[in-house]
């Protein structure tokens, strides 16, 4: 089957091709993210593979419809920059990867707050540059603290558990309670509580609009003061001109982001020759208390041979009229949102 590859980077080429070669698919693979301005590189491709950056509103799906595209196959598990309502009346099968490691990202979003605890970014770079000294490296254990972990699914329920192990007392909140959660004595609770408790606040629900600016002005004035923030999931999930205000403020002592709101035009990038045009995410870079880190919590080998095994394989049962693994509906998605 003939694919578009949108938003192609080596790593990509490198781990779809290696897994093609069980499927013998006809991979484009195309640089630019897929945008309206964009959309014409699909033109006569029975199907194009997304990432979650591209665009598919209902402008890019109509474009993309009218040219000959049937199937779209995200090579993610998020998929909130999909309108799916649209995708479903112009007749498009929609397929995503829904869980391709999550111990990567949960991994890395215990790295950030090891790395914030103890102050390990500022500590690297000073030695770089000799500076040996302790002052204003002063950290805190992670042992004792109580962890406030949003969202249960395997992801957070992972982080819950590498956070128990630390001696952590872990409070969670989710719409579904997991009963991997109580088992090593996790407890859920209301937001209201959790925010309350919790000494740091770690992120892994699905963007949708209820839980849009989950993390806002009210939310962050129920927490403690100098409270742990972590955002690995969605970067909509926070309010960040709220949370720079909290990090002025000091409510927020630390921050750790591997998301972030107006990332489209950011992550993935080099942008070390230019001038960042987006205030507020310079601003962040500013605190020395914060972490930010561009969408790599997914990135490991592991994850990404998953991620183009499951990606093909969708586009596989696609081609030979079998439902894919990774069907992706508004039914679907509602009844993960609840």
Not at 35 to 58: E, K, S, W
Not at 198 to 208: A, G, I, K, N, R
Request: hydrophobic share 45%.
């Amino acid at each position: 089957m003939q694919v578009a590859v949108f938003s192609t980077k080596s790593y990509d080429r490198e781990f779809l091709a290696a897994a093609n070669a069980a499927h013998g698919h006809d991979l484009t693979f195309l640089e630019p993210r897929l945008t309206p301005q964009t959309a014409r590189l699909a033109d006569g491709f029975p199907a194009i593979c997304a990432f979650v950056n591209d665009q598919l509103d209902a402008q890019v799906l109509l474009m993309l419809a009218r040219n000959g595209t049937k199937l779209i196959a995200l090579r993610s598990a998020g998929f909130n920059h999909v309108d799916l309502m649209a995708a479903e009346q112009l007749g498009f099968t929609v397929t995503r990867v829904p869980a391709y490691s999550p111990h990567a990202v949960a991994e890395h979003t215990v790295g950030l707050i090891l790395a914030l605890c103890r102050k390990l970014h500022k500590a690297y770079l000073r030695v770089r540059e000799g500076n040996l000294s302790l002052e204003g490296l002063l950290g805190s254990d992670l042992h004792g603290r109580t962890a406030g972990v949003v969202g249960t699914g395997k992801i957070g329920t992972i982080v819950a558990q590498i956070l128990a192990g630390f001696g952590c007392r872990v409070l969670a909140y989710d719409l579904a309670r997991n009963p991997a959660i109580e088992a090593f004595g996790g407890r859920y609770v209301t937001t209201d509580e959790l925010f309350a408790q919790s000494d740091l606040v770690t992120l892994h629900c699905p963007l949708v609009p209820e839980t849009y600016h989950l993390i806002n002005e009210e939310a962050l004035a129920r927490m403690k003061r100098g409270v742990m923030l972590i955002n690995t999931s969605r970067g909509a999930l926070v309010d960040t001109r709220a949370v720079v205000r909290a990090l002025k403020s000091g409510k927020i002592g630390a921050l750790g982001l591997d998301v972030y709101e107006e990332e489209a035009d950011l992550f993935f990038e080099d942008l070390s020759n230019r001038v960042i045009q987006d205030d507020v995410f310079s601003r962040l870079l500013t605190f020395p208390n914060v972490i930010v880190t561009s969408h790599q919590a997914f990135f490991t080998r592991d994850a990404l041979e998953a991620i183009a095994r499951e990606t093909l394989a969708n586009i596989t049962a696609y081609e030979q009229g079998t439902e894919p693994r990774g069907l992706l509906t508004p039914a679907r998605a509602m009844a993960q949102a609840k």
